[in-house]
């Protein structure tokens, strides 16, 4: 299936920096998902987006759904060591989601 | 939201054998998919699984080597069948609950390992 291109694909960074990873598809999608994952574990939802230009924040974190649909950036402040994890964007469109390439983040104390 | 269980958790298997994976959900569902996740790599969609019918499958996957029940709205099971070690993977069980809530939520994974 299609899977959506996203960037960077790794991040080394040290702790207190921001972070901004983003996705892009070819395709227009109706919500727009990213997701983090820890070692070992599933996919945890971090912020959903449903329309054309919203930005959401969760914490720390804030997400926009791109206005032309095909798009949409994540980005995490002040980032602390507990963030390290590889963070995963997903578009949903006519009932399929299309998952990211990952993003894998390491915060250096 | 949903809150999802997967068993088993892990296991180690050998070539030749065949392993269902369960999935159970606090509450009912409308759709529920099964991904495999490869080590390093991003999901990849399996099929989705159908309640009182066959399930959908992605290109690249068949039903005789990943059998998929759904017989009710909060469980379902993935088989994977006559397993070889290129089966080793996460497999993971999602579900999306309708109803106003369009998002998708994921299990905690199997992680599979084949000898």
């Known amino acids: 299936g299609q899977q959506l291109n996203q960037s960077p694909q790794s991040m080394f960074i040290q702790e207190g920096e921001d972070v901004s990873m983003n996705c892009t598809s070819s395709s227009i999608f109706n919500t727009w998902l990213w997701y983090k994952q820890d070692p070992g574990e599933g996919p945890v939802l971090l912020i959903a987006l449903y329309k054309a230009g919203e930005l959401t924040s969760n914490g720390r974190l804030t997400a926009q759904f791109g206005i032309t649909r095909k798009d949409s950036f994540l980005n995490i402040s002040a980032s602390i060591p507990s963030d390290v994890g590889i963070y995963f964007c997903a578009g949903q469109g006519f009932n399929q989601f299309y998952f990211g390439t990952g993003t894998s983040l390491t915060v250096i104390p | 939201s949903a809150v999802i269980s997967q068993k088993p958790s892990r296991d180690i298997c050998q070539r030749g054998t065949s392993l269902t994976i369960q999935c159970q959900v606090d509450?009912?569902?409308?759709?529920m998919f099964w991904y495999r996740q490869q080590p390093g790599q991003s999901l990849t969609l399996i099929a989705t699984?159908?309640?009182?019918?066959?399930?959908?499958?992605e290109s690249g996957f068949v039903i005789d080597k990943f059998p998929i029940s759904r017989p009710n709205l909060t469980f379902s099971t993935l088989t994977v069948s006559n397993m070889s070690p290129e089966d080793s993977s996460i497999y993971l069980c999602?579900?999306?609950?309708?109803?106003?809530?369009?998002?998708?939520?994921f299990g905690p994974g199997t992680r599979l390992l084949v000898l």
């Open positions: 509450s009912q569902v409308t759709m």
């Open positions: 999602s579900v999306t609950p309708g109803t106003g809530d369009e998002t998708q939520y």
């Open positions: 699984a159908n309640q009182g019918s066959e399930a959908t499958y």
